[in-house]
């Protein structure tokens, strides 16, 4: 019998809460064929002197019982670097205050890759502002301009290395399974993702919601979202790929805010998709461990906080892990860190 001894494939990351400021399609230049973004978050129109108050006087009001950790603060929805200039460095510059008070470790906010300036992000860089994530969708000329997105590749590339040299953390959002999408499209991205070497990407598999020209499309029989198998297939690999050049994942699918679920019309909704994503993830790495070795497993020995994850959700991988002789019967437990496989 022999040993092998490893580590899970997902990249070592400090978990943080997150203050989300939510901007529904402030500053958007367009409306994307697929964007919903009041139904998605559930926040109804305020002004920006609304949004700078309630940032203003929400973050010292939580912080004033002296029982709560330093935060991240976000700002999500909407184009963040396309409002008013003097909007951008005054909502910065709040959140660099209460950075510097010890509320807040994180400054971040999400934004187009045709709305990168460098004098200006270097300007907010300098104000406070840690990351930008950009929401590039797809790589995909023909997906970009069937989706409305109105910028090609070239320009998301060049966004991304501007923020890089810029000195401020990037991060990569894709939107997979939007109209034009081929086989294969999903992959290159993730691959042209990969090589920009990105702090952090988040995934979130196209969803049709209520009211957008997505809805249209598809009740016109124009337009067919992916499957839940389709994306499972899709993404477990991707995630995969992602943590093995040591990308951290935020996130994979939408946060459903209150009433969200009731507004999707069709796409692959899941209440535990991230975890299939992942414990789908989880069972390609572990195959391949096992055929580098060419044995078959004896026993094998998982670190316990992983225990709801390695069978996936309700046990769905059972079947296939059995297929590769690991069973409930041979595996077990144990509060460590590393994984063990001992080999017949």
């Known amino acids: 019998m022999s040993t092998t001894l490893f580590k899970h494939p997902e990249p070592?990351?400090?978990?943080?809460?997150?203050w989300p400021v939510f901007m529904p399609f402030m500053g958007c230049p367009t409306k994307c064929i697929y964007c919903s973004q009041n139904r998605q978050t559930g926040t109804g129109a305020k002004t920006l002197s609304e949004i700078y108050q309630d940032i203003e006087c929400g973050i010292p009001a939580f912080f004033s019982d002296g029982k709560h950790n330093p935060l991240e603060l976000a700002f999500f929805g909407g184009t963040f670097t396309a409002l008013p200039f003097e909007w951008q460095q005054?909502?910065?510059?709040?959140?660099?205050?209460?950075?510097?008070?010890?509320?807040?470790?994180?400054?971040?906010?999400?934004?187009?890759?045709?709305?990168?300036?460098?004098?200006?992000?270097?300007?907010?860089?300098?104000s406070g502002l840690d990351m930008i994530?950009?929401?590039?969708?797809?790589?995909?000329?023909?997906?970009?301009?069937?989706?409305?997105?109105?910028?090609?590749?070239?320009?998301?590339?060049?966004?991304?290395?501007?923020?890089?040299?810029?000195?401020?953390?990037?991060?990569?959002?894709?939107?997979?399974?939007?109209?034009?999408?081929?086989?294969?499209?999903?992959?290159?991205?993730i691959s042209q993702t990969i090589a920009l070497k990105p702090d952090a990407v988040r995934i979130y598999p196209c969803l049709t919601v209520k009211g957008t020209g997505l809805e249209k499309l598809y009740r016109a029989s124009k337009y067919t979202p992916w499957?839940?198998?389709?994306?499972?297939?899709?993404?477990?690999?991707?995630?995969?790929?992602?943590?093995?050049?040591?990308?951290h994942v935020i996130r994979i699918g939408v946060?459903?805010?209150?009433?969200?679920?009731?507004?999707?019309?069709?796409?692959?909704?899941?209440?535990?998709?991230?975890?299939?994503?992942?414990?789908?993830?989880?069972?390609?790495?572990?195959?391949?461990?096992?055929?580098m070795h060419g044995s078959e497993p004896a026993r094998l020995i998982v670190p316990q906080q992983y225990s709801g994850e390695l069978w996936g959700h309700k046990g769905s991988l059972k079947h296939l892990y059995a297929k590769l002789g690991i069973t409930p019967a041979n595996t077990k437990f144990l509060s460590d860190n590393i994984f063990k496989i001992i080999l017949k």
């Open 12 to 18: 070592p990351h400090k978990k943080t809460r997150i």
């Open 90 to 126: 005054r909502f910065i510059s709040l959140a660099e205050k209460f950075k510097q008070q010890g509320f807040l470790t994180k400054i971040r906010c999400s934004t187009r890759p045709d709305c990168i300036e460098p004098d200006r992000i270097l300007k907010l860089h300098e």
């Open 133 to 189: 994530e950009l929401g590039i969708q797809s790589f995909s000329a023909e997906v970009l301009r069937r989706s409305a997105r109105n910028y090609s590749p070239e320009t998301a590339i060049n966004a991304c290395r501007t923020i890089q040299k810029n000195g401020l953390s990037l991060g990569i959002q894709l939107l997979p399974g939007l109209p034009g999408t081929k086989r294969g499209d999903f992959q290159r991205d």
């Open 227 to 247: 499957s839940l198998s389709r994306t499972e297939e899709e993404l477990a690999p991707a995630l995969l790929r992602l943590w093995q050049h040591k990308i």
């Open 255 to 291: 946060a459903h805010e209150a009433g969200f679920e009731d507004n999707i019309v069709a796409g692959p909704v899941h209440p535990a998709l991230g975890q299939k994503i992942r414990s789908k993830a989880l069972y390609l790495f572990l195959r391949s461990q096992l055929a």
